[in-house]
């Protein structure tokens, strides 16, 4: 949670904007490098409106350029009181501080000393406005999304904190969100909180949640977390999910990235390091890293594999599109890799999925 989170603050570098690329009928995805397939995929489908990601993590920011035009909505938890708003100040004290690239006890006591009772609020609306705009970003915006056209709704938890985790991510509330988000429709809920547990095993209420998403046919989305496998997260190593971790540039798993228990087995790797998002109040975007970064990767790609079936007529299967995901992966070259199962399943393999989906 906290160190999920908060580790995925942890690179913060010179950006790109998109608006100085080319314009052309669709310029290519900061990400076309380095996921194959990607660039392709794109040429067939930018997402379908039909398509419901419900968002469970904090508050987006809307009034940002890279917003403007898409499909996106909040709906508000009903089991707490909405926040109180955040005012730009704090958000660009924030950012100053992320900025100076501190880490660790010296960027809490940072933000502790400047900002104290929004820091933790603005540290999860901060994550919400990358992951929403990695997902739905707009094309020739200052971050382009991977599925821009798919619909997005965001449940922000940010009231919930009040500077305590445990509350919002109690087995209690994240089986709520997880209710709330099928009732809204959703084909895909991308749970941005990752729990720490040492067994991998879940509650009880939320096993019983996950499993009626996949008797309903609607895909999780996690973050596998960022602690090196020290412990794992819930609900990404549950059975069911489609958990994530976080590939390097050069495609091989991050150090911090977790491992182990049911993610080799239904985890998948994604590029989670530099990824190119949205931040609050402001129209420039930053790169981070962590495995935060990498699901909604996935969840974008998994959203345009269900647009394809929509545009080619048939019924949305997220069950199919998960299985095509993982049984796909490119799995790590041992020569390359230390510890190949780092690597989940593997490396995200979009053409492989699209074969067994599509026969393309």
């Known amino acids: 949670g906290e160190d999920e989170i908060e580790s995925a603050g942890v690179s913060a570098s010179e950006v790109e904007s998109s608006a100085t690329k080319q314009k052309v009928a669709l310029h290519p995805h900061d990400l076309d490098e380095r996921i194959p397939g990607l660039a392709d995929l794109h040429n067939q489908t930018l997402g379908d409106p039909q398509i419901t990601i419900v968002i469970i993590d904090g508050d987006p920011d809307y009034t940002l350029s890279c917003f403007e035009g898409a499909e996106v909505s909040k709906v508000f938890p009903y089991w707490h009181e909405p926040a109180e708003p955040i005012t730009p100040e704090d958000y660009a004290a924030f950012q100053s501080i992320r900025d100076q690239g501190l880490k660790g006890k010296e960027k809490e006591e940072a933000l502790e000393?400047?900002?104290?009772?929004?820091?933790?609020?603005?540290v999860l609306n901060d994550a919400a406005c990358h992951v929403t705009s990695t997902i739905v970003g707009q094309e020739h915006s200052p971050v382009f999304g991977i599925a821009p056209n798919c619909r997005v709704?965001?449940?922000?938890?940010?009231?919930?904190?009040?500077?305590?985790?445990?509350?919002?991510?109690?087995?209690?509330?994240?089986?709520?969100?997880?209710?709330?988000?099928?009732?809204?429709?959703?084909?895909i809920i991308h749970c941005a909180f990752c729990r720490p547990t040492q067994t991998s095993e879940g509650e009880e209420i939320l096993v019983q949640a996950i499993k009626k998403c996949q008797d309903n046919n609607v895909l999780i989305v996690s973050p596998t977390g960022n602690n090196s496998n020290e412990s794992w997260c819930l609900p990404a190593v549950l059975p069911g999910t489609l958990a994530v971790g976080a590939a390097k540039v050069d495609?091989?798993?991050?150090?911090?990235?977790?491992?182990?228990?049911?993610?080799?087995?239904?985890?998948?790797?994604?590029?989670?390091?530099?990824?190119?998002?949205?931040?609050?109040?402001?129209?420039e975007p930053v790169r981070l890293t962590g495995t935060s970064m990498a699901a909604p990767v996935m969840t974008g790609i998994s959203a345009l594999l269900m647009s394809l079936q929509v545009q080619q007529g048939k019924p949305v299967d997220?069950?199919?599109?998960?299985?095509?995901?993982?049984?796909?992966?490119?799995?790590?070259?041992?020569?390359?890799?230390?510890?190949?199962?780092?690597?989940?399943?593997?490396?995200?393999?979009?053409?492989?999925a699209m074969k067994v989906l599509f026969g393309q």
């Open 153 to 187: 709704i965001n449940m922000p938890q940010d009231a919930v904190i009040r500077g305590n985790y445990d509350d919002v991510m109690s087995p209690l509330n994240l089986a709520r969100a997880i209710d709330l988000a099928l009732e809204l429709g959703a084909n």
């Open 113 to 122: 000393a400047v900002i104290p009772d929004t820091k933790d609020r603005i």
């Open 251 to 283: 495609g091989t798993p991050c150090h911090f990235s977790n491992w182990g228990g049911n993610n080799t087995k239904e985890g998948i790797l994604a590029p989670g390091e530099e990824i190119l998002g949205a931040q609050p109040c402001t129209e």
């Open 318 to 352: 997220a069950e199919a599109v998960r299985t095509a995901l993982l049984k796909t992966a490119i799995p790590c070259d041992p020569e390359v890799v230390e510890e190949p199962e780092r690597c989940l399943r593997g490396f995200v393999n979009i053409p492989g």
